[in-house]
């Protein structure tokens, strides 16, 4: 579950400090990318050119970098998170962040951060037991940070008792099955419109534009994967699915993709639009192949199509989830946020054609994901599977 997850890892200033070098290396196995932040007293015990070789980033103490000036952003820090974890914490840590004491990188951090945070305490058994940590643990699990407890055993003092730190593979375990957890989508019904749609000048051309269907159809594994019940309502195209339980509806055109639209989203959880629908279509259909020999070219009359997401925003209920699509080339995070509420989405997923590698035909894609409480997280260019799931994972964070 951990790969390609952004990790904050927190060190601060205790002798466990030294495990936290085979927990950075445990996250980065299982495929994570890890953003190490120390506090100044966690430098006494471990060093930052060893977490920096590991974790292939600059680690992150101070709130500026001494000798450029540059300035460390714990805003952006706490965004990009995927999960926070800090480990050791020490009582000092523990007590910053149950009272919200920013004078230090690591607790600005995450002070920031909207992602998930486990505290991993480390500290000697008296100071653990103490009333004053007790009770900063209790508030720091009344916020809605993970606590891994901490083991008894032996400890830095050489007194047996509670307080030594979780061990790296149970702090790994105890963040992977958080992500398996709560990505999951067992249970829900997820359907997803893909491709184009045509439409038909007469029997032999049509109106239509370059989707493959790659996205939406990547969309549909990733949540087959995770367990749900999917169908994918599907203009023409030539991928399928490839995990075996995804049903697909066949349309062609905006029209017919409508109606299995609005059908199937009667009974949906989630719905994600990511079909690129023709916005018009032909006024009159030729019955028989319009001739080139003869008369002048035709003029063709186009009629506006309906706006699939936008019906479906109109009947959305409590409990549905509606994420659309937007394909922009200019203006893009304007044009996206007003196709969110325009819509009624609960989210939207821009990719603009300016960027290489995004949007139609391609095996990758560059996204923004923009949500409706006026959040917005850009990721780097991925293949479509990453992207897709992505997206799950941010549409399982709004559920
Ligand atoms: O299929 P691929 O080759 O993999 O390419 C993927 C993609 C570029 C098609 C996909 O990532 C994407 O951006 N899909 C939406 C394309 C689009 O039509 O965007 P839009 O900005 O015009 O539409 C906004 C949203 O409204 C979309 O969710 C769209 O599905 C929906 N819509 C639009 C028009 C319409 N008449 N009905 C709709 O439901």
């Given at each position: 579950?951990?790969?390609?997850?952004?990790?904050?890892?927190?060190?601060?200033?205790?002798?466990?400090?030294y495990?936290?070098?085979?927990?950075?290396?445990?996250?980065?196995?299982?495929?994570?990318?890890?953003?190490?932040?120390?506090?100044p007293?966690?430098?006494?015990?471990?060093?930052?050119?060893?977490?920096?070789?590991?974790?292939?980033?600059p680690?992150?103490?101070?709130?500026?970098?001494?000798?450029?000036?540059?300035?460390?952003?714990?805003v952006?820090?706490?965004?990009?998170?995927?999960?926070?974890?800090?480990?050791?914490?020490?009582?000092?840590?523990?007590?910053?962040?149950?009272?919200?004491?920013?004078?230090?990188?690591?607790?600005?951090?995450?002070?920031?951060?909207?992602?998930?945070?486990?505290?991993?305490?480390?500290?000697?058994?008296?100071?653990?037991?103490?009333?004053?940590?007790?009770?900063n643990?209790?508030?720091?699990?009344?916020?809605?940070?993970?606590?891994?407890?901490?083991?008894?055993?032996?400890?830095?003092?050489?007194?047996?008792?509670?307080?030594?730190?979780?061990?790296?593979?149970?702090?790994?375990?105890?963040?992977?099955?958080?992500?398996?957890s709560?990505?999951?989508?067992?249970?829900?019904?997820?359907?997803?419109?893909?491709?184009?749609?045509?439409?038909?000048?007469?029997?032999?051309?049509f109106?239509?534009?370059?989707?493959?269907?790659?996205?939406?159809y990547?969309?549909?594994?990733?949540?087959?994967?995770?367990?749900?019940?999917?169908?994918v309502?599907?203009?023409?195209?030539?991928?399928?699915?490839?995990?075996?339980?995804?049903?697909?509806?066949?349309?062609?055109?905006?029209?017919?993709?409508?109606?299995?639209?609005?059908?199937?989203?009667?009974?949906?959880?989630?719905?994600?639009?990511?079909?690129?629908?023709?916005?018009?279509?032909?006024?009159?259909?030729a019955?028989?192949?319009?001739k080139?020999e003869?008369?002048?070219?035709?003029?063709?009359?186009?009629?506006?199509?309906?706006?699939?997401?936008?019906?479906?925003?109109?009947?959305?209920?409590?409990?549905?989830?509606?994420?659309?699509?937007?394909?922009?080339?200019?203006?893009?995070?304007?044009?996206a946020?007003?196709?969110?509420?325009?819509?009624?989405?609960?989210?939207i997923?821009?990719?603009?054609?300016?960027?290489?590698?995004a949007?139609?035909?391609?095996?990758?894609?560059?996204?923004?994901?923009?949500?409706?409480?006026?959040?917005?997280?850009?990721?780097?260019?991925?293949?479509?599977?990453?992207?897709a799931?992505?997206?799950?994972?941010?549409i399982?964070?709004?559920?």
């Amino acid at each position: 579950m951990l790969k390609g997850k952004h990790i904050i890892l927190g060190i601060t200033g205790g002798i466990a400090a030294y495990k936290s070098v085979s927990l950075l290396r445990l996250f980065v196995k299982a495929g994570a990318e890890v953003q190490v932040v120390i506090t100044p007293a966690g430098k006494e015990f471990i060093t930052p050119v060893t977490l920096s070789a590991l974790s292939g980033r600059p680690v992150i103490s101070e709130f500026f970098t001494a000798n450029t000036g540059q300035w460390n952003s714990h805003v952006d820090i706490g965004l990009w998170a995927d999960a926070m974890v800090i480990a050791p914490a020490t009582a000092s840590t523990i007590a910053k962040m149950a009272c919200g004491v920013a004078d230090n990188m690591l607790v600005t951090t995450y002070l920031s951060a909207k992602a998930p945070v486990f505290v991993a305490p480390a500290m000697d058994l008296d100071m653990m037991a103490h009333p004053t940590t007790q009770r900063n643990i209790d508030l720091l699990r009344s916020y809605g940070n993970h606590i891994i407890d901490s083991r008894a055993g032996e400890l830095a003092s050489h007194l047996v008792g509670k307080g030594r730190m979780a061990e790296p593979e149970e702090i790994l375990a105890a963040v992977d099955a958080f992500f398996e957890s709560s990505l999951t989508m067992k249970g829900l019904k997820v359907r997803v419109t893909a491709g184009p749609t045509y439409e038909k000048i007469d029997p032999v051309r049509f109106i239509g534009n370059y989707s493959s269907g790659k996205m939406g159809y990547a969309i549909a594994d990733e949540a087959a994967r995770r367990g749900a019940d999917v169908t994918v309502v599907s203009g023409p195209v030539s991928v399928s699915p490839s995990e075996p339980g995804v049903k697909v509806v066949r349309v062609e055109s905006a029209r017919e993709m409508m109606e299995a639209a609005r059908r199937e989203f009667a009974e949906a959880d989630v719905a994600v639009m990511a079909a690129a629908v023709a916005d018009y279509a032909p006024a009159e259909q030729a019955q028989s192949k319009i001739k080139r020999e003869g008369a002048e070219p035709p003029v063709i009359r186009l009629v506006k199509n309906p706006d699939i997401a936008a019906a479906l925003g109109e009947v959305k209920r409590s409990g549905q989830t509606l994420v659309g699509f937007a394909l922009e080339t200019d203006h893009e995070m304007e044009n996206a946020a007003d196709k969110m509420r325009r819509k009624n989405l609960d989210m939207i997923v821009l990719n603009s054609l300016r960027d290489s590698g995004a949007g139609f035909g391609t095996d990758t894609n560059l996204v923004t994901m923009l949500t409706a409480d006026g959040r917005s997280k850009r990721y780097d260019l991925k293949p479509k599977r990453e992207v897709a799931s992505d997206i799950l994972d941010q549409i399982c964070a709004l559920r």
